[in-house]
């Protein structure tokens, strides 16, 4: 079965850290890109970060860049996220994402498996 | 990178057919042949409905279809039932910070 499955969401302060973690299974890894999309309570959807098949292209939204670090580890068949400083408005349930394509053959953006989200919630 | 711009709300009574727009500019929708359309179903995981403006996932009913015209993306699903209510996302690439969102349809079966 095809699945992504998120971790390592929670509660934590502004200002302070968390790493997130999606294992993947039931398809090839290192053939897709892969990618976070957070939705905030209510909100609509909102691309977050993007990499490559071989980490070799990495993109973020200007809302994260400089805070959140994305990254893989095809050996596990991983992908992570990293978020120092974060903000309330950090806020929403994050989904990792399997796009259609590596990357490198086409540019990123059909994302076909989902993973249910884990929430992160930034509250003193 | 702003948000594509789509309506909020659009409604339809079952047997219909209704169009959604996405529009963007020459950076993103216009300028590229990668849009996508999800489906979200309230409390669960998007799913990817169109690719590539026009293209469909295996197992995705042929009552969904994908059109573009210059920076305006469109989703049209026909025969709508009742099982389509919910919220409707397009994205596209972008050449500035590669993928950018639709701010999101509600689609209303009547």
């Known amino acids: 079965e095809v699945q992504l499955v998120e971790s390592g969401g929670g509660l934590v302060q502004p200002g302070r850290s968390l790493r997130l973690s999606c294992a993947a299974s039931?398809?090839?890894?290192?053939?897709?890109?892969m990618h976070w999309v957070r939705q905030a309570p209510g909100k609509g959807l909102e691309w977050v970060s993007g990499?490559?098949?071989?980490?070799?292209?990495?993109g973020y939204a200007d809302s994260v860049k400089g805070r959140f670090t994305i990254s893989r580890d095809n050996a596990k068949n991983s992908l992570y996220l990293q978020m120092n400083s974060l903000r309330a408005e950090d806020t929403a349930l994050y989904y990792c994402a399997k796009d259609i394509s590596n990357w490198n053959t086409g540019p990123p953006g059909a994302f076909d498996i989902w993973g249910q989200g884990t929430m992160v919630t930034v509250s003193s | 990178q702003s948000a594509l711009t789509q309506p909020a709300s659009v409604s339809g009574s079952p047997g219909q057919s209704i169009t959604i727009s996405c529009t963007g500019t020459?950076?993103?929708?216009?300028?590229?042949?990668?849009v996508s359309w999800y489906q979200q179903h309230p409390g669960k995981a998007p799913k990817l409905m169109i690719y590539?403006?026009?293209n469909r996932p295996s197992g995705v009913s042929n009552r969904f279809s994908g059109s573009k015209s210059g920076n305006t993306a469109s989703l049209t699903i026909s025969g709508l039932q009742a099982e389509d209510e919910a919220d409707y996302y397009c994205s596209s690439y972008t050449s500035s910070s590669y993928v950018v969102f639709g701010g999101g349809t509600k689609l209303t079966v009547l």
């Open positions: 590539d403006v026009s």
């Open positions: 039931g398809f090839t890894f290192d053939d897709y890109a």
């Open positions: 020459s950076s993103d929708v216009g300028g590229y042949n990668y």
């Open positions: 990499i490559s098949w071989n980490s070799g292209s990495i």
